[in-house]
Nanobody, 119 residues
Framework: QVQLVESGGGLVQAGGSLRLSCAAS????????MGWYRQAPGKQRESIAV???????NYGDSVKGRFTISRDIAKNTVYLQMNSLKPEDTAVYYC?????????????WGQGTQVTVSS
């Protein structure tokens, strides 16, 4: 059974920091991309940071310079260090893992972790 388990969300004051973790298990094939997305109430889900297995990371414009994604490929784990948090960063943060080709292509999501930034 595939699982993406996120942790590290919570309540923080503006200007503070949080570190999210996401551990993937049960995935047979090598993971291509692991990344973080977020969805605020009434808004569409947006890409925050994506780490390809081989290549440069990609960040959303709203978090560049403040958030850093890192990945432990051997452990199928991805992290998101969030600094200088703002109230507009408040959202549910989701971990994603995808990969495979053709009929074996897969795309998995975690259950989400709430991040609330107070002003």
């Amino acid at each position: 059974q595939v699982q993406l388990v996120e942790s590290g969300g919570g309540l923080v004051q503006a200007g503070g920091s949080l570190r999210l973790s996401c551990a993937a298990s049960g995935i047979i094939f090598s993971i291509s991309d692991m990344g973080w997305y977020r969805q605020a109430p009434g808004k569409q889900r947006e890409s925050i940071a994506v780490s390809p297995s081989g290549g440069n990371t990609n960040y959303g414009d709203s978090v560049k310079g403040r958030f850093t994604i890192s990945r432990d490929i051997a452990k199928n784990t991805v992290y998101l260090q969030m600094n200088s948090l703002k109230p507009e960063d408040t959202a549910v943060y989701y971990c994603n893992a995808n990969g495979g080709r053709g009929p074996f292509k897969y795309d998995y999501w975690g259950q989400g972790t709430q991040v609330t930034v107070s002003s």
